[in-house]
């Protein structure tokens, strides 16, 4: 069973600082990894991919891959209210068939 | 690009009864996916088509579950005699290639009552 592993949070910081979201995955052949954002009772949206070890950066989010320990991570500074959303981390299977989903992570950016 | 469009948004129904779903997805998109997602989990796999064919069905779909894709272009979803466990947010995307991230639909809201 491949696994998605997320802190469920509430990760709670304040407006302007950096938020910390981690992600684990458990399939060693991996490919593609992926950040999405859903805000409540809307559908996820792509905010991120990632498919080389080492940082990517977009504008205020930063995605970071280590493949040898398993583990994908989105900084988002200068955080702001309107990014207090679900974090969802998916990865990919081998043949990048499918994503999996982690259960996500509550982030409150507080004012 | 009109983005993936699901239908209903919402979906009231009463248990045992029979249920469609329909996604268009993204026209240049030759892959199609179907998910469901309950609250306080992250959207769980249940299909998924290249093109026409269905290449991947989950392990977790039960034999009331069918989804087809004819001509490669819309999908539709249909769940028969409804459970109350059906219901959950039935979330569609596509993409156009394996290793892209998927675009999602607005999703259909399932009530089973």
């Known amino acids: 069973q491949k696994e998605v592993e997320q802190n469920s949070g509430p990760l709670s910081v304040p407006e302007g600082a950096i938020a910390s979201l981690n992600c684990t995955y458990s399939d060693r052949v991996s490919q593609s990894f992926f950040w999405y954002r859903q805000y409540s009772g809307k559908s996820p949206e792509l905010i991120m991919s990632?498919?080389?070890?080492g940082d990517k950066e977009d504008g205020r989010f930063t995605a970071q891959l280590n493949k040898a320990s398993q583990y994908v991570s989105l900084l988002i500074r200068d955080s702001q209210p309107s990014d207090s959303a679900t974090y969802l981390c998916a990865v990919s299977e081998e043949y990048g068939n499918k994503l999996v989903f982690g259960a996500g992570t509550i982030l409150r950016v507080k004012s | 690009d009109t983005g993936v469009s699901q239908n209903p948004r919402h979906k009231i129904t009463k248990r045992g009864q029979n249920v469609t779903f329909r996604c268009d997805p993204i026209s240049e998109h030759n892959r199609l996916y179907w998910y469901r997602q309950t609250l306080g989990q992250g959207p769980e796999f249940l299909t998924y088509f290249q093109n026409e064919a269905q290449l991947e069905k989950s392990r977790l779909l039960s034999d009331r579950f069918s989804a087809e894709r004819p001509k490669g272009s819309f999908s539709t979803l249909e769940i028969q005699r409804t459970e109350q466990g059906d219901s959950a947010m039935y979330l569609c995307?596509?993409?156009?290639?394996?290793?892209?991230?998927?675009?999602f639909g607005s999703g259909t809201r399932l009530t089973v009552v």
């Open positions: 990632i498919y080389s070890n």
């Open positions: 995307a596509s993409s156009r290639r394996g290793r892209d991230g998927y675009t």
